[in-house]
């Protein structure tokens, strides 16, 4: 389409293409782009009058009445709005009430200069380069990863990202907006879009619409376009550098064949003005604080106020091409600034250059090659403080900006930095929480003096109470979740049965350090990994499932209602009237599931409880193609809208507890047993589909060598009305529940080892349990401890009233009990499953007789008298009476001797070769060879 310049060609056009809408955009100080929509019969009044809009939305003119009026050069459809009902935009300026130009609006700041220059027969061109990052979205979130590799300009096969770029290509194409070149960046997921050349205004407007296209586009494809200068440490920031040329008419005044390097005086004099106001330009080329992350010597990124016809890593750089051609490249900006008042400043500070005669001294190449006979070239302001105060210092500036427009950056910028540095950031809390504390506390110490006594006693104690796992020592400002702040997220998020992305997004966060390995399985099982201190420790598998119940769409009728089938264990009677989350392929729409009104309700029909598969939903479609339109189709998930809420006395309640309180206990663990010295390896399984047949569990397990495990879940209480006690004795808020049996021995009967070592664990620690026997559900134990040739495993669980309802409920203390039971039982695996080995399969390695002579030493009826250490051939008397360690398999020590002629039989206990603890005990005949 052809560039407008009128409002009646818009008129004819929108009539042309059937255009509903029009988006009227702007920027306001600090560069954001803010957009009013209206309907298309509006635009005229727009033109003639402009709109009034909320000015507290602009830094600049809060407490004042503004209006924005359109320009109609800028007019364009939006290419991947619908056919019917399409949609333009317009970009628009600030103006006062009465139309007059405002001096806070920065398209208006801008054109000022632009007519300033004018005066003087001067023009500028401008060739932006854009640099951003696409990102992906997983469960709502912007994480920083990208499925492409790094490489300037490397080779990209077809993939998401790829699409997303084209899009962006393509889309800027359809809105007159001409692209030079489109390239992969340095860093992992960065892209680079360089824009054709064009004046001032149309430059500027151009860089916003390539802002607000890409952040679109990858929207579309579930992806995030960052255009934040340094979001990731070791790897290349994302500028903006803008290559500006000036002319005189059509000769472009920066080019001169004899001049040195073909510059004019003109050139160097522009470049001159650049370096002199360079620091006091940062706060607008570059205004946050995470912009100067990228002013690091060593990158790619510049540092020096320095120039160069040949360097690119300079603050200017003179690109290679000359004659009309010939441009200054300012390589500072970023995305993060307003490009209207970046190059409003480029002008007014070239210029001034220019009006000063001003030399930029010898180019960089030149100062690396005689270094003792130049100046030292200046560095760029290291942090937005030091560049405020530049910024302060210089009038050509301040005054190029207007009256309006400094005073509320300095304004911005003081109160960002205020906040950031009232923050305590992660960085310090791992820096200085330990070694400050022991200055502190130990000052005498961390000066060499170590005559104090006790010294060397009370820092191990420190450190072991630095080290515990008890949630209740947190260092003050840190963002550490509470465990209460961990349910709350996991249960207000959704993952049904085969749709448990979010959940799985969660848990691979939240363990990141605190394993060393985290993985995902074919099924979508997260397997997280922390390995042992000891080769010969146990392998203990913690799962917890990641699904909840929820529903899928099954059929849409002809007017937009969403029939739907149950995806695992419903009441239908709890699903009447809920509100819930249908899970678009474009994203999250709110349905309710609506019933027939009492009022029209028959005596029958209030009679009879309404059935799941008379129940509907309505998501406001008018009819199957607005459904489907919305992205809605069979196969579609559906999970109850319930947000997670407080109660009285420690109880809350959400949807999802079951199993989200499980995955909490997990997490948790894990993180408190960070700094522990545990000789087990923990297998933290987060399973896919418990709810639906436990089938995450048996691929998780069987995938595994674990010695033992544990599922993490929710019980079902009887303290409420409508339970007896006979089908159930557990209350909420009296501690976690131990498993011993579970649908009346259908599912798991839990080990006698592990129930031992859990039940120990917690008396040990003084820590409230209950036992229960269970005749209804079960859990993924039951799919793990039948798993090859079998795994001793029990179940811990959470009492939770109303389970499998979007009400359910718990006492966070129940969490707060389970998971120091959990932590202190996976400090003490060892004492019960040690050397991977299980008691009743020690029998088959026992050699099967003794001559007698190995045995004569022995005292039969005088039990420990005896040791034997078990061997890959056989067995071989030990004298010692304490526990071995020599090429041991396990230990067995004599209990009981009966001399049962002709076979005599030894009895024994299995012994632990670290502890000397009895783990189990069994007998054999032995064979008597006498001589």
């Known amino acids: ?199 001032c205004l149309r430059a500027a407007d151009n860089i916003m619409t390539l802002k607000f296209v890409a952040g679109a586009i990858a929207r579309i494809y579930g992806m995030q376009a960052v255009f934040m200068p340094k979001p990731a440490a070791g790897q290349p920031g994302s500028g903006m550098p803008l290559a500006v040329s000036l002319f005189r008419g059509e000769d472009n005044i920066f080019f001169r064949r004899d001049g040195d390097m073909m510059l004019s005086e003109e050139a160097l004099s522009f470049i001159a003005g650049l370096l002199g106001h360079a620091a006091a330009m940062t706060p607008v080329t570059n205004p946050v604080i995470n912009s100067y992350k990228r002013f690091v010597p060593g990158t790619a990124d510049p540092y020096e106020i320095s120039w160069s016809a040949s360097e690119t890593d300079t603050l200017v750089r003179i690109p290679a091409r000359r004659g009309k051609n010939t441009q200054a490249e300012l390589r500072s900006p970023d995305a993060a600034c307003n490009p209207y008042l970046a190059l409003s400043l480029i002008l007014a500070c070239g210029c001034d250059g220019i009006a000063k005669k001003a030399n930029p001294g010898a180019p960089a190449e030149m100062r690396k090659a005689n270094p003792s006979g130049q100046a030292q070239a200046g560095i760029l302001p290291p942090t937005l403080s030091d560049a405020l105060r530049a910024f302060r210092a210089d009038p050509c500036v301040t005054e190029a900006l207007g009256p309006v427009i400094p005073g509320n950056l300095i304004r911005k910028a003081e109160k960002e930095i205020a906040e950031f540095n009232a923050c305590v950031h992660q960085w310090e809390i791992d820096k200085y929480i330990r070694s400050l504390w022991y200055s502190v506390c130990f000052p005498r110490l961390m000066s060499g003096q170590r005559s104090w006594s006790g010294t060397g006693r009370r820092i191990r104690s420190l450190n072991k109470t630095m080290n515990k796992t008890n949630s209740a020592w947190k260092p003050e400002g840190t963002k550490m979740e509470t465990i209460e702040q961990l349910l709350e997220k996991y249960a207000n998020e959704t993952g049904v049965s085969g749709n448990e992305d979010r959940i799985r997004a969660l848990l691979k966060a939240d363990m990141k350090g605190f394993v060393d390995e985290i993985r995902e399985d074919k099924l979508g099982n997260v397997i997280c990994t922390r390995k042992g201190t000891s080769p010969k420790g146990p392998v203990i598998l913690l799962a917890a499932h990641m699904d909840e119940i929820g529903l899928m769409v099954k059929r849409i009728d002809e007017n937009g209602f969403l029939k739907f089938a149950k995806i695992g264990g419903w009441f239908d009677q709890t699903l009447l009237n809920q509100r819930v989350i249908v899970h678009a392929e474009k994203g999250d729409i709110v349905g309710v599931i609506g019933s027939k009104p009492p009022h029209v309700m028959t005596p029958e029909d209030a009679k009879s409880p309404v059935k799941y598969n008379d129940m509907f939903i309505d998501v406001g479609a008018k009819d199957a193609e607005d459904a489907a339109a919305m992205g809605i189709e069979p196969g579609t998930y559906v999970s109850t809208d319930r947000d997670f809420r407080k109660l009285a006395n420690g109880r809350v309640t959400c949807k999802a507890f079951d199993n989200r309180a499980g995955d909490v206990i997990m997490v948790e663990a894990m993180r408190r047993l960070k700094n522990e010295d545990i000789k087990a390896t923990i297998l933290a399984v987060g399973t896919v589909q418990e709810e639906v047949g436990l089938k995450g569990a048996k691929t998780a397990a069987y995938a595994s060598e674990a010695d033992v495990a544990l599922a993490l879940d929710t019980t079902i209480p009887g303290d409420h009305p409508g339970i007896s006690k006979d089908a159930s004795a557990l209350e909420i808020g009296k501690g976690p529940v131990f498993t011993v049996v579970d649908a009346s021995g259908r599912g798991l009967i839990a080990h006698p080892v592990v129930l031992k070592w859990l039940r120990e664990s917690a008396d040990k620690e003084k820590l409230p349990y209950q036992i229960s026997v269970g005749e209804g559900g079960t859990t993924d134990a039951t799919a793990i401890h039948l798993t090859k040739e079998g795994i001793p495993t029990g179940t811990i669980s959470i009492a939770t009233r109303y389970i499998h309802s979007p009400v359910e409920v718990l006492d966070t203390a129940d969490l707060e009990a389970c998971v120091n039971i959990l932590v202190a039982a996976i400090k003490r695996a060892d004492r019960y499953f040690w050397n991977r080995i299980h008691a009743g399969g020690l029998k088959n390695r026992i050699s099967k007789g003794f001559r007698k002579k190995d045995c004569q030493n022995a005292c039969p009826g005088i039990p420990g008298q005896a040791f034997f250490l078990l061997t890959g051939i056989g067995c071989r008397r030990v004298t010692t009476g304490r526990p071995f360690m020599e090429r041991t398999v396990f230990g067995f020590r004599v209990s009981e001797f009966q001399d049962l002629s002709p076979s005599p039989v030894f009895r024994y206990e299995i012994l632990s070769p670290m502890t000397s603890e009895r783990i189990s005990k069994a007998s054999f005949p032995v064979q008597w060879q006498v001589k």
């Open 1 to 199: 389409m052809a560039q407008v310049s009128t409002a009646e060609e818009i008129y004819t056009i929108i009539e042309d293409n059937d255009i509903e809408f029009v988006r009227l955009q702007f920027s306001d100080m600090t560069g954001a782009f803010r957009e009013m929509e209206i309907g298309s019969d509006l635009l005229e009044y727009a033109f003639r009058k402009g709109l009034p809009f909320d000015s507290r939305l602009d830094a600049g003119s809060a407490g004042m009445d503004m209006i924005i009026r359109p320009d109609p050069r800028t007019f364009s459809i939006i290419p991947w709005k619908q056919e019917k009902g399409r949609t333009a935009r317009l970009i628009c300026e600030i103006q006062a009430p009465d139309g007059s130009p405002y001096e806070g609006c920065p398209r208006y700041t801008l054109k000022k200069a632009v007519r300033n220059a004018f005066r003087d027969g001067l023009t500028m061109q401008v060739t932006p380069s854009v640099s951003f990052f696409l990102y992906e979205i997983k469960d709502g979130k912007v994480v920083a990863e990208t499925p492409d590799g790094n490489g300037l300009y490397a080779f990209q096969p077809a993939g998401r990202a790829e699409d997303v770029r084209r899009d962006i290509f393509r889309t800027l194409r359809n809105m007159d907006i001409e692209i030079e070149s489109s390239n992969r960046g340095q860093a992992s997921g960065q892209y680079e879009f360089v824009l054709k050349t064009s004046g």
